[in-house]
T-cell receptor, first 113, second 110 residues
Framework: KAGVTQTPRYLIKTRGQQVTLSCSPISGHRSVSWYQQTPGQGLQFLFEYFSETQRNKGNFPGRFSGRQFSNSRSEMNVSTLELGDSALYLC????????????FGQGTRLTVV | GQQVMQIPQYQHVQEGEDFTTYCNSSTTLSNIQWYKQRPGGHPVFLIQLVKSGEVKKQKRLTFQFGEAKKNSSLHITATQTTDVGTYFCAGPREDSTLTFGKGTMLLVSP
């Protein structure tokens, strides 16, 4: 079966702009989690969506938001981009709970200039 | 809150040498998961350990879960260049999310 698909793979944005990233989970998986990965901080949890509802949220500012659609596809949005938002954004899908085996997408590499 | 610490942060070995990374949690875990991320890639699930004292093997990789379910280790015997990457452990939180360690980057020289 198809894996987790994230689009786009690469993005370059300017400070102050906003960006939307997309994630299509594995068919049948209802939990979608988003992580920010940077060299110094490792994998930082952003939020988790389950059945179109945000179930958990990490310690990130309100500029980071997300949503999930009825087909389990998820988007995350970052508004008013800052240089420090440059990172690899990873989406992970799980069958029903985010703390079970997670299947990661290839990520979106965001560069803010 | 719950923290998962990994050591070492980085290790460089010669091909054929052994490698071990250690994971320690500030709280008791219901299970521990291990992931591998190749350079330029994304984390890939390796294994999940659930039972106290559990030991599992995957070819040259040996995974252990401590008796107190607060620590774990991954040991690679006779490393190969294909083992290069960052190894992460992850523990489930009470809110059903995963907390990842910062990972151990393994570099293997031929």
């Amino acid at each position: 079966k198809a894996g987790v698909t994230q689009t786009p793979r690469y993005l370059i944005k300017t400070r102050g702009q906003q960006v939307t990233l997309s994630c299509s989970p594995i068919s049948g998986h209802r939990s979608v989690s988003w992580y920010q990965q940077t060299p110094g901080q490792g994998l930082q949890f952003l939020f988790e969506y389950f059945s179109e509802t945000q179930r958990n949220k990490g310690n990130f500012p309100g500029r980071f938001s997300g949503r999930q659609f009825s087909n389990s596809r998820s988007e995350m949005n970052v508004s008013t981009l800052e240089l420090g938002d440059s990172a690899l954004y990873l989406c992970a899908s799980s069958f029903d709970r985010a703390n079970t085996e997670a299947f990661f997408g290839q990520g979106t590499r965001l560069t803010v200039v | 809150g719950q923290q998962v610490m990994q050591i070492p942060q980085y290790q460089h070995v010669q091909e054929g040498e052994d490698f071990t990374t250690y994971c320690n949690s500030s709280t008791t875990l219901s299970n521990i998961q291990w992931y591998k991320q190749r350079p330029g890639g994304h984390p890939v699930f390796l294994i999940q350990l659930v039972k106290s004292g559990e030991v599992k093997k995957q070819k040259r990789l040996t995974f252990q879960f401590g008796e107190a379910k607060k620590n774990s280790s991954l040991h690679i015997t006779a490393t190969q260049t294909t083992d290069v990457g960052t190894y992460f452990c992850a523990g489930p939180r009470e809110d059903s999310t995963l907390t990842f360690g910062k990972g151990t980057m393994l570099l293997v020289s031929p």
